[in-house]
C-alpha cells in the first residue's frame, strides 16, 4: 500500500541553523500539508499546498518557513533560522483532492531538536 | 474558531477490557470528524470517520457516533487487545474553514497482558 514517507527520523540542529524537512507524498496526490506537534500540544496545521502555491496557512507559519515541491516527488519544509520553540514533531500529509472530509495520509514524522 | 478536546491519558487498561476515550468539539460550520491511531515509529493512520450527525465511524472493532447535540465523537471498543496499544487522536475538518485537520491532543493507549 502506498505511504507518505519523510526524511529524517529525527534532526538535531543548532539555533540560527537552517533545516530543511523532507517528505515524499503518495504518487498520485495533488494535495499536501504540513503539521506540527509540540511536546505535550496538539497537533497544529502548518501549511497546504495545491498547484505549486500554498493554499492556506497558519499563524504559525511566518516568514521563517517556505515549503516547496522542487521536482515531482519530493515536498520539503525549510526553517530558515530555527528557534529553541521550533522543536517538534514534524508530519506531513497528502491526499487526492483538498475537500472535507476525505482522509489524509500521513508520514512517521521527523523529530526536530533545536539546541 | 474551530478546536477539539481530548481526554487526557495515558490510559492503562488490562486486555479485552472496555476502552472510550473522549473527544469533543467546537466548530463554526459542519464539521467531518475522524479519529486517527499512531504505532510507535508509524505515521498517523485513520482508524474511522463520521462526515454529518448521527453516522457511525467504525472500523477493527472501534466505533464512535458523530453527535451533534453533544458536540463529541467519543471512541469506544468493547474488548481491547494488546495490539491496540498505541496513541490515538480525534480529529476534525471544516470545509467553512478550510480544509485543514484540527487536532486533540492524543491519547496514549497501553493495553497489558
Known amino acids: 500500500e502506498p505511504e507518505v514517507t519523510q526524511t529524517p527520523s529525527h534532526q538535531v540542529t543548532q539555533m540560527g541553523q537552517e533545516v530543511i524537512l523532507r517528505c515524499v507524498p503518495i504518487?498520485?496526490?495533488?494535495?499536501f500539508y504540513w503539521y506540527r506537534q509540540i511536546l505535550g500540544q496538539k497537533v497544529e496545521f502548518l501549511v497546504s499546498f495545491y498547484n505549486n502555491e500554498i493554499s492556506e496557512k497558519s499563524e504559525i507559519f511566518d516568514d521563517q518557513f517556505s515549503v516547496e515541491r522542487p521536482d515531482g516527488s519530493n515536498f520539503t519544509l525549510k526553517i530558515r533560522s530555527t528557534k529553541l520553540e521550533d522543536s517538534a514533531m514534524y508530519f506531513c500529509?497528502?491526499?487526492?483532492?483538498?475537500?472535507?472530509?476525505?482522509?489524509?495520509?500521513f508520514g512517521p514524522g521527523t523529530r526536530l531538536t533545536v539546541t | 474558531g474551530d478546536s477539539v478536546t481530548q481526554m487526557e491519558g495515558p490510559v492503562t487498561l488490562s486486555e479485552e477490557a472496555f476502552l472510550t476515550i473522549n473527544c469533543t468539539y467546537t466548530?463554526?460550520?459542519?464539521?467531518?470528524l475522524f479519529w486517527y491511531v499512531q504505532y510507535p515509529g508509524e505515521g498517523l493512520q485513520l482508524l474511522l470517520k463520521?462526515?454529518?450527525?448521527?453516522d457511525k465511524g467504525s472500523n477493527k472493532g472501534f466505533e464512535a457516533t458523530y453527535r451533534k447535540e453533544t458536540t463529541s465523537f467519543h471512541l469506544e471498543k468493547g474488548s481491547v487487545q494488546v495490539s491496540d496499544s498505541a496513541v490515538y487522536f480525534c480529529?476534525?475538518?471544516?470545509?467553512?474553514?478550510?480544509?485543514?485537520?484540527?487536532f486533540g491532543t492524543g491519547t496514549s493507549l497501553t493495553v497489558i497482558p
Open positions: 466548530a463554526t460550520g459542519y464539521p467531518s
Open positions: 463520521a462526515t454529518k450527525a448521527d
Open positions: 480529529a476534525l475538518s471544516d470545509r467553512d474553514t478550510g480544509n485543514q485537520f484540527y
Open positions: 500529509a497528502s491526499n487526492k483532492r483538498g475537500t472535507s472530509g476525505l482522509e489524509q495520509y
Open positions: 504518487s498520485n496526490h495533488l494535495y
